[in-house]
């Protein structure tokens, strides 16, 4: 044991401490909100690099966002560093495949400097891809095009599998804008966000030696947010941990909110079933939230049908009661929004000290409105971020097609920023001829 990380242990309660200190094999932690799941993954980090003397390259810990990436190897380090331990590998999804991808992609016909395409580019080729086909419904925006194959893909099916499924005229013109999307993407050397997975699980599938130089690499894999995964997800887990089974996810089937992008509950419910044997430890304790809040929560979520049974309790005090107020539209609901927090600044409570949550990005318009004219100081956390936005996109453009001139995506966004009097018909029979020769839009361009 290394000087300090006995001391570990005294920062958590008896359930947590068995979740940290259980050996080897399947764990599931079951566990509600703000009961200490990520202080688990984090400890039990700790706890096998430094305790169990397993070096951090053998393990890996993946999470679903960047930030909660980045969070959690904060938590590591600082139990890691001061005992001179260097963080493992704390990735997303995501960042872990394109690792994965670019080491071994080759195998399965990956190009070597392959580009990923953002949700911005996956649009701009939905459209190329309906223009092609003469798609011309209405219906047929890019956008919801892109979150039909987005669905496809990510409950794992192709093109064929849509084809087959499409129950009348309109879904097998879908299937086939998906089919022409797959020929460009492939085409242009790139792949989307949910092909950063599919490409993972196949070449686990087709390639035995990929598979078996990582499941030599990772011994031990950690989840969190389990409740999350998709199937593709579920299948890099399942082949990364089938042999060894030291696999720790932690979750909670009450907090499933990806559904929508196919997120599969059965994944947590079914775990024990996968993993026989699997140890289950569940945490009861919340420390986040007081008595009133739990059990408001509580009694909504008695509702869900496909759960497992748990109950959380606090010692926190028992905090005010939750208020309901329903308004009769969003520009009175944003009024008292603004009315409340002034309200809550009359008694003291600092700006910073008061949040307002929303569920789109598309109503913070209005409630911006009313605190402008409420004359409340905001601020708004997340936003557009930095590789979205319009200016850091076009400079990429150019410096995509360095690396890849077959980007026809980055090729249109770069010839026309800035604007070179080069219109949309120009650009159109260069893909007509494009088209016909088989060739990307730059090299005909270059002829
Ligand atoms: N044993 C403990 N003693 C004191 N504080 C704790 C303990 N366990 C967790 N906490 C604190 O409770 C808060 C919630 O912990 P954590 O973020 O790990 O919970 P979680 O279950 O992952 O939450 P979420 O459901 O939001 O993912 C954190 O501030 C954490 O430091
Ligand atoms: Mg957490």
């Not at 890996?60 to 139990?79: G, I, P, Q, Y």
């Not at 911005?120 to 080729?125: E, Q």
């Not at 579920?234 to 909110?257: F, K, M, P, W």
Request: glycine fraction near 8%.
């Amino acid at each position: 044991m290394l000087l300090g990380l006995d001391r570990l242990l005294d920062d958590l309660n008896p359930p947590q401490r068995e979740a940290v200190t259980v050996g080897e094999g399947p764990l599931l932690v079951l566990a509600g909100a703000g009961s200490g799941k990520t202080r688990v993954i984090a400890y039990r980090i700790a706890w096998l690099t430094g305790g169990q003397s397993l070096s951090p390259r053998n393990l890996l810990a993946v999470t679903f966002t960047n930030k909660a990436a980045k969070e959690m190897a904060r938590r590591v380090e600082a139990l890691l560093l001061p005992a001179g331990i260097r963080a493992p590998m704390i990735a997303t999804f995501h960042s872990m495949c394109v690792r994965v991808l670019r080491q071994h992609g080759r195998h399965i016909g990956l190009p070597a400097h392959f580009v990923i395409y953002d949700e911005d580019d996956r649009g701009s080729l939905v459209k190329e891809s309906l223009k092609e086909l003469e798609v011309t419904e209405r219906a047929a925006t890019p956008g919801s095009v892109a979150q039909r194959i987005s669905y496809w893909k990510n409950h794992m099916l192709g093109v064929e599998d849509a084809k087959r499924q499409a129950r009348g005229p309109w879904e097998e013109k879908l299937a086939l804008v998906f089919g022409r999307y797959e020929e460009r993407l492939r085409a242009s050397g790139a792949v989307d966000f949910d092909d950063l997975l599919l490409k993972t699980v196949k070449l686990f599938e087709e390639i035995p030696e990929a598979l078996a130089y990582y499941r030599g690499l990772w011994r031990h894999v950690l989840v969190d947010e389990y409740q999350d995964t998709n199937r593709a997800q579920y299948r890099i887990i399942r082949q990364l941990t089938a042999e060894h089974q030291n696999i720790c996810v932690v979750g909670d089937a009450d907090q499933s909110i990806y559904k929508w992008r196919g997120a599969d509950i059965r994944n947590i419910l079914d775990f024990e079933h996968d993993y026989p044997g699997t140890k289950v430890i569940k945490l009861e304790q919340n420390y986040r939230s007081t008595q009133r809040i739990l059990s408001l929560a509580a009694a909504v979520i008695d509702h869900n049908r496909q759960r497992k049974e748990k109950t959380l309790w606090t010692e926190n005090a028992e905090g005010d009661k939750p208020k309901l107020y329903r308004a009769w539209d969003e520009h009175e609901e944003a009024n008292f929004v603004a009315q409340s927090i002034l309200g809550l600044r009359g008694e003291g409570v600092p700006w910073d000290g008061i949040a307002v949550f929303y569920r789109t990005n598309a109503q913070s318009r209005v409630l911006e409105d009313a605190l402008r004219r409420a004359r409340v100081p905001y601020g708004i956390v997340g936003g557009v971020r930095f590789y979205e936005r319009r200016e850091i996109k076009d400079a990429l453009a150019y410096a995509r097609l360095v690396v890849n001139p077959t980007d026809d995506v980055a090729f249109r966004r770069a010839i026309q920023t800035p604007a070179r009097g080069i219109g949309a018909a120009t650009v159109e029979r260069l893909r007509e001829a494009a088209t016909r020769a088989g060739r990307s839009l730059l090299a005909v361009a270059a002829d």
